[in-house]
């Protein structure tokens, strides 16, 4: 089998699907964390200045979305056959709950009624909140596991997609998602918003904690196939003790009011959180809860060995420029939001 830097091909596009998807979770999580919060926001100018303040970057940070979702095709088809399949009824809202949230956000300011702008505020923040759920309750069950049989196909219901974990986790990534958001929107703002926001940061913080330390302990009663891998190899107890230290360090950040690094903390924190999924998982991808045997691994659910190795050279040339070109925006549109005659 082919090798590249002593890791096979497979593994290589494990690692790149991961790595597209974290950057989704880093990027559209703090503007669905902002839009969660937008109904706090009693005044319009207030709403106006939260919207302008991802308004740059909402749309752009959905690309890395595409991205994974193609990554994800290509690199494992098996595994997006299954994933996609079971659940297929979840995928439907989520593209519903995707539609009404940018129209909300696009349509919002073409009307000057009031009851207008409402309707599309409550839009915006229900669908954001929706979309944060959704994801969780998507990963929860991803971990937990799904009752695949031996071709790979979903037996279960959409009744089934609740339980009691995958719904923690849900509850778990909205919280992650409104302190990134908050943290995102206090460095954009200023005055009476940015006292607004201090406190709203110190309240969703103090969520995800509570959230993060729930979710731990259920993990490590209930789910003890996610600490196998960390058992089997010491050197990975390092990604559980930078997730702490990086957790405790917003806090820290946040009570010295240093909101750029709290943020920088905060987004390494969600890179942390996927890397524990990933390591907890690996070499599996989908875990069948019917039989052992017919769980989907990065072997038997990838594409030929040439064929990785050719879209490898792609991802290697169009994931940087994607991020590159991501980095450009957010620089182009640093500093404080100000509202002009072309803001939302």
Request: charged residues 15%; hydrophobic residues 55%; without cysteine.
């Amino acid at each position: 089998m082919e090798t590249i830097f002593g890791l096979d091909l497979p593994t290589w596009w494990f690692l790149v699907v991961g790595g597209v998807f974290t950057g989704y979770a880093i990027l559209d999580g703090f503007d669905l964390g902002a839009g969660a919060l937008h109904l706090f926001f009693k005044k319009e100018e207030s709403r106006r200045i939260a919207l302008n303040a991802i308004g740059p970057v909402w749309d752009g940070n959905e690309v890395w979305l595409v991205i994974g979702g193609g990554a994800l095709f290509a690199g494992f088809p098996v595994v997006y056959a299954t994933v996609f399949s079971a659940f297929y009824e979840l995928f439907m809202l989520f593209l519903v709950l995707l539609i009404f949230r940018a129209i909300s956000i696009e349509f919002r300011s073409k009307e000057p009624m009031a009851w207008w702008r409402q309707l599309w505020d409550v839009s915006y923040s229900v669908s954001s909140i929706m979309l944060a759920l959704s994801l969780g309750l998507v990963l929860g069950n991803i971990i937990q596991g799904l009752p695949i049989d031996d071709q790979f196909i979903y037996r279960g219901t959409v009744g089934d997609f609740f339980n009691p974990f995958s719904i923690l986790m849900a509850i778990t990534t909205l919280s992650l998602f409104m302190m990134h958001g908050a943290i995102y929107l206090v460095m954009k703002t200023e005055n009476r918003l940015y006292a607004k926001l201090t406190v709203l940061v110190k309240n969703t913080t103090i969520f995800f904690v509570l959230m993060f330390a729930l979710t731990t302990v259920y993990t490590l009663l209930y789910l003890p196939h996610m600490v196998e891998r960390f058992k089997e190899v010491p050197m990975m107890f390092f990604f559980p003790v930078l997730t702490i230290l990086a957790v405790a360090n917003i806090t820290r950040q946040i009570t010295k009011r240093k909101y750029r690094f709290a943020f920088f903390s905060s987004a390494f924190v969600t890179a942390m959180l996927m890397a524990l999924v990933a390591v907890g998982l690996f070499p599996n991808i989908v875990l069948s809860t019917i039989d052992p045997q017919f769980h989907i691994d990065i072997h038997n659910g990838s594409s030929t060995d040439k064929s990785l190795k050719i879209m490898l050279t792609f991802a290697a040339i169009g994931v940087p420029l994607v991020g590159l070109y991501t980095g450009f925006v957010f620089w182009t549109f640093r500093g404080k939001v100000k509202l002009d005659e072309t803001s939302y």
